[in-house]
Nanobody, 114 residues
Framework: QVQLVESGGGLVEPGGSLRLSCVAS???????MGWYRQAPGNQREFVAE???????SYGDFVKGRFIISRDNAKKTVHLQMSGLNSGDTAVYFC?????????WGQGTQVTVSS
């Protein structure tokens, strides 16, 4: 089990960019790392994942706007987001997955508004 701490959220104008970071308390090299988001009144939805081998997957709505990356030495995962729109407003959660063990961070708020 690892503790996850997200950062990098904030207020951004439509069309803008943000880079989210997630730092783990322990090794992530054998874990799949991902990002999920939850908007008010909605269920938590999958945003992106990068597995231990570096293979990435994205939610359909991403449409090439986001890039997930990892740095195992720094125990960090990033989500570079661009082309943001109001529909991207949500709390973004970092996720660590190993077999059937899932750990979650507390989340970071992303608000897209003019």
């Amino acid at each position: 089990q690892v503790q996850l701490v997200e950062s990098g959220g904030g207020l951004v104008e439509p069309g803008g960019s943000l880079r989210l970071s997630c730092v783990a308390s322990g090794s992530i090299s054998d874990k799949a790392m991902g990002w999920y988001r939850q908007a008010p009144g909605n269920q938590r939805e999958f945003v992106a994942e990068i597995n231990s081998g570096g293979i990435t997957s994205y939610g359909d709505f991403v449409k090439g706007r986001f890039i997930i990356s990892r740095d195992n030495a720094k125990k960090t995962v990033h989500l570079q987001m661009s082309g943001l729109n109001s529909g991207d407003t949500a709390v973004y959660f970092c996720n660590s997955r190993f077999l059937f063990i899932n750990d979650w961070g507390q989340g970071t708020q992303v608000t897209v508004s003019s």
